[in-house]
């Protein structure tokens, strides 16, 4: 499992396993003192599926913060192998899951289920 932050423009990092996982979400937990995540489009493309959300949330400073980002997750056998985080560049995140131009942006389509 690869959890691709690179694009964060200040402490941009690849976490790798469970354990960089771990220390991934122990970094985040303690910037914030809310956080939301409002899904506003889901694109199929292959094993993978991008995702471009709006992030809202108040660090622990006091600052709000709310932005859109970009982000793909790529599948295994039904399990995320990889996220790739891509911030506000939306054409990069297209270009990434090999969707280009192929799509326009913040188009929602509706994606099959599986059992898990």
Do not use: N
Request: proline share 1%; hydrophobic share 35%.
């Amino acid at each position: 499992m690869e959890w691709d932050f690179s694009r964060r423009g200040l402490d941009g990092e690849v976490y790798h396993g469970f354990e960089g996982w771990l220390a991934f979400a122990r970094q985040f937990s303690g910037v914030w003192q809310e956080f939301h995540r409002e899904v506003e489009g889901l694109l199929g493309a292959g094993d993978s599926v991008v995702v471009f959300s709006r992030d809202t949330g108040r660090a622990q400073s006091g600052v709000e913060v709310v932005v859109s980002v970009g982000q793909v997750l790529t599948f295994r056998d039904g399990k995320i192998i990889t996220y790739r985080y891509f911030g506000e560049d939306r054409q990069a995140c297209l270009d990434a899951a090999g969707l280009g131009s192929q799509r326009s942006v913040g188009q929602r389509e509706t994606l099959p289920r599986k059992k898990v």
